[in-house]
């Protein structure tokens, strides 16, 4: 097994509770990789962090697990992870430093999908849905040799009672196939990467239980026999974490019963393929359905005990533009609109709370020539954005002998150099430059790792503190629910967007009739006005300036 | 600006130089990548800097209408606004206004041009151009010229090239009289079109204001001219130019054209071909370009270019 996770702490002392308190725990990895959790989990797309090359993610301190959905690569036949290299490898990361987890599809994408069958799983990538078998899924995984393997799982949402107890069963049915040991790779079983179970059960928790009851269970006598080498008792014996979501008592049904000692982990949805299948007339779940932010997080550490997150959410908020700035425990001093005037402002305040992020889009960030962070932040960023630093001067290329040292560093430059400015990624997000994602996912990656130390530094202490301090955080800081949004709040997000587009457009205001900010900001929207706000300005300055801006332009004139 | 050559090639006007600017040294010859908007696409001023590279190119017109030059004052100049450490040059603005804008009128008295954002007409000067250079701070400025097409045939050439002069002179005039002559260096840019003898005239009249000027720059090339016709009007022009000037060949990006041009005495050269090209997923590797979107790339696991690995 490649992992093993030490529960650490439980908060609460309490029997009842404490299956599903707070805790705090120690993943160590057998290449040497260490985790305290609770922790992030970065996800990638076509195995690579998204806007950052392979020097930003070794510039990234917070990178260390590192989830790689392999339904991208399947445009390709057959894939490039099967043509000999492993994932880490082939994809430039540093077996010291990272692990990598590999899932068949990407769990932050909620698209509506075909329906998966008995024998396979439908897969997304770029030329469409595929089809996967079990054995093609085991197949893949040997050759792409991940730290960690997430099980194919039959979690689409399904409708009826009878097609719920299916996806139960081909769950169960599919993991024993994943462990099946092979007479050709017996040998190689000692490096058999550990095992996410990703729980099925779907918004029917009598489902869930049931699914973890299954896991429980003594194994079926033809499961002995297939599994011998294995030496289990049941299922659960074989996997090190569970990938849950739902909301918190759909996650209490997945997990009650099983072994606490096991990872728990939660994904995020992408906010934009969110969609409720039509046909299933499923409406939403309430509660926590995914992670929006840190106050999801929160609530899935103090109610669940939730140990990994997938970071999908943090790098959907840099691609819209947003610098998160908010910290943990949060600041001791009341709420004050009086220090937002000027440069380096916190946040804005809307009703009474404040937002936990800057909309870079926004104008009030054209002149402010300020770090990403306001000036009243206890955090240190560690990212490269915020505390950039040249590279030492052997690791600068010397493209001849001429500039070689010492005539290359008679004017030394200095090894820190002054953070990157609000001023500096306004512009470039509105001149479409790359380097704003870039230089937002690695600060945003940095901020929710350093709000998850603060949950742990906060955990370690004695108990009770944790609890106080995820209120007075829900006090300060705004969650966002949709019951909150008043018309008048309505009104300034749209004040912005519209002098986002002024500026984009210097003074003439083009927004065309029904953009959509009003559905974005009451129904279809995340519920987060920060977010829905940096969203709408992110697609108006996309469509101004985008491809066919100009022959729309023509269109129109 | 400091300007010394090192070293000399003993059958071409090649030579390796090091001119020393307010940011630093930069050897010579040396390729610009251009910072079109304030940032080498793509990549972070840190990433540029490990690179090796100590000079990139910024364009005025882009940087005057996003971020402004009040953003730009603001920040204290282009350097700490990008965060880049090491040395600067900006365009004139005057190829964007005939590249980008259609209805864009030369007169004597500048560029009048239709502002592509509110429409209204706007004048764009010698004296403004160097003005906004000036708030934007790079090391090397570039007068304003007057741009023609290297495909345009006629008195029009003559009238560009003869005025480009004339601006010229405005351009010194404020530059000097500006007191940043000891931070910033105003380049000459040599016109004259595919012609000769105009680029004859034009060479001797800059090659006169040689004191006031910190370098030169062959413009009006690299449109669509032969090749043939491209080296000649090169090495006619540094054949002309004084030695002890950086020689800045605008344009060039090509490994072949930037190698003529070398030989033939050019120390520098921008394009947006390498950056541009990377984005259309192609990598230039010293077996020439590689085209990494196609399928028959797949198969191939060799970095893509073995040679530039460090030798450690």
Same mark, same amino acid.
């Given at each position: ?14 029997? @009842? ?35 950052? @090359? ?11 697990? +590192? ?32 692990? +990598? ?149 759909? +996650? ?7 072994n606490e000692k096991k990872l728990r982990i939660a994904h995020s949805t992408t906010f934009s393929t969110l969609t409720i299948p039509p046909a299933t007339g499923l409406s939403p779940s309430t509660g926590v359905d995914m992670i929006r932010g840190p106050h999801d997080m929160l609530d899935l550490i103090r109610d669940v005990g939730i140990d990994l997150f997938g970071a999908e959410w943090v790098i959907k908020l840099a691609q819209w533009g947003i610098a998160l700035d908010f910290e943990f425990p949060p600041p001791q001093a009341p709420i004050n609109s009086k220090i937002d ?217 | ?35 079109? %908007? ?15 590279i100590t000079l990139i190119l910024n364009n005025t017109y882009h940087l005057n209408l996003r971020p402004g030059i009040d953003v730009l004052k603001a920040a204290g100049g282009a350097h700490e606004f990008q965060g880049w450490n090491h040395n600067l040059l900006t365009d004139s603005g005057g190829f964007q206004l005939v590249s980008l804008s259609k209805f864009t009128t030369i007169t004597e008295e500048g560029a009048l041009f239709q502002s592509p954002f509110t429409g209204e007409p706007t004048m764009l000067t010698p004296e403004e151009s160097i003005s906004i250079q000036h ?7 570039? %007068? ?31 530059? $000097? ?13 040599? %016109? ?17 204001? $040689? ?102």
């Open positions: 097994m490649f992992l093993s996770f030490e529960n650490l702490s439980s908060a609460s002392s309490s029997s @009842s509770t404490s299956l599903f308190g707070p805790r705090l725990g120690s993943l160590v990895c057998k290449n040497g990789v260490k985790i305290t959790t609770p922790n992030l989990i970065t996800p990638t797309s076509r195995g690579v962090v998204p806007h950052l @090359s392979r020097d930003n993610v070794l510039r990234t301190q917070s990178i260390s697990w +590192i989830h790689v959905p392999y339904e991208s690569f399947l445009e390709c036949k057959p894939p490039i992870p099967t043509l000999g290299l492993s994932l880490h490898d082939l994809l430039g990361f540093r077996h010291d430093r990272h692990v +990598i987890s590999m899932s068949l599809r990407d769990l932050s994408d909620g698209r509506e999908m075909p329906s998966n069958a008995a024998k396979y799983v439908s897969a997304w990538c770029i030329r469409g849905a595929r089809k996967v078998t079990p054995e093609e899924y085991r197949r893949y995984t040997s050759l792409a040799k991940p730290d960690i393997v997430y099980a194919l799982a039959d979690v689409q949402p399904v409708a009826s009672q009878k097609r719920l107890i299916k996806s139960v069963e081909r769950t169960a049915e599919w993991l024993v196939q994943l462990l099946k040991p092979c007479d050709a790779e017996d040998n190689a079983q000692a490096s058999a990467p550990s095992i996410i179970l990703q729980m099925p059960g779907g918004q029917s928790n009598q489902a869930r239980s049931a699914f973890a009851h299954t896991l429980i269970e003594p194994l079926h006598p033809t499961d002995v026999h297939t599994l011998k080498p294995l030496r289990l008792s049941c299922l659960d014996d074989a996997i090190s974490g569970y990938a849950v979501d739902g909301s918190i008592e759909q +996650i209490k049904a997945s997990l009650d019963g099983l005037s000027g440069s380096g402002t916190s946040p804005k305040i809307r009703g009474s709370k404040r937002d936990i992020g800057h909309n870079l889009y926004d104008v009030r960030y054209r002149m402010d020539c300020t770090r990403l962070l306001n000036s009243n932040s206890s955090v240190t960023c560690p990212c490269f954005t915020c505390a950039p630093s040249s590279c030492s001067s052997e690791d600068v290329i010397r493209h001849s002998r001429v500039d070689d040292p010492p005539l290359y560093d008679l004017k030394s430059p200095p090894r820190s150099r002054t953070p990157h400015t609000r001023a500096y990624i306004h512009h470039l997000l509105h001149t479409h430059e790359m380097s704003s994602y870039a230089l937002l996912v690695g600060h945003n990656l940095a901020i929710i790792s350093t709000f998850l130390q603060g949950v742990r530094n906060s955990l370690e202490l004695s108990g009770g503190q944790f609890n106080a301090e995820v209120d007075k955080f829900f006090e300060y800081y705004a969650s966002g629910e949709h019951e909150s949004i008043y018309p008048s709040e309505v009104a300034k997000v749209e004040a912005v967007v519209e002098a986002v587009v002024a500026e984009a457009t210097e003074g003439e205001v083009l927004l065309p009739q029904g953009s959509g900010v009003r559905d974005t900001l009451t129904g279809k929207g995340t519920g987060i006005l920060l977010f829905d706000e940096a969203r709408v300005c992110h697609a108006e300055v996309e469509r101004l300036r985008g491809k066919g801006s100009l022959k729309r332009d023509r269109e129109v004139g | 600006m400091q300007f010394e050559i090192i070293a000399r090639c003993s059958t071409t006007r090649a030579r390796v130089s090091r001119m020393t600017l307010a940011h630093g040294p930069t050897m010579l010859p040396t390729f610009m990548p251009v910072a079109t %908007q304030a940032a080498i696409k793509g990549l972070t001023p840190e990433q540029v800097e490990s690179l090796g708030a934007i701070g790079a090391d090397i400025i570039m %007068q304003l010229d007057d741009v023609v097409s290297s495909l345009e045939t006629g008195p029009r050439v003559a009238e560009a090239s003869e005025r480009s002069v004339r601006w010229l002179d405005r351009c010194i005039n404020y530059h $000097k009289s500006s007191g940043k002559d000891d931070r910033q260096n105003l380049f000459a840019i040599v %016109q004259g079109g595919l012609d000769f003898k105009l680029r004859d005239r034009c060479l001797d009249a800059m090659v006169d204001r $040689k004191d006031d000027v910190a370098g030169y720059a062959i413009g009006g090339l690299s449109g669509g001219e032969e090749k043939d016709i491209f080296w000649r009007l090169i090495s006619q022009c540094t054949a002309k130019l004084p030695e002890d000037r950086p020689r800045y060949s605008m344009g060039i990006g090509f490994a072949e054209d930037l190698l003529v041009c070398v030989a033939l005495g050019v120390d520098m050269a921008d394009c947006v071909f390498p950056t541009r090209t990377a984005r259309f997923g192609v990598a230039l590797t010293r077996k020439g370009a590689v085209n990494l979107s196609k399928k028959c790339t797949l198969l191939n696991r060799h970095p893509t270019d073995i040679a530039t690995r460090r030798q450690s």
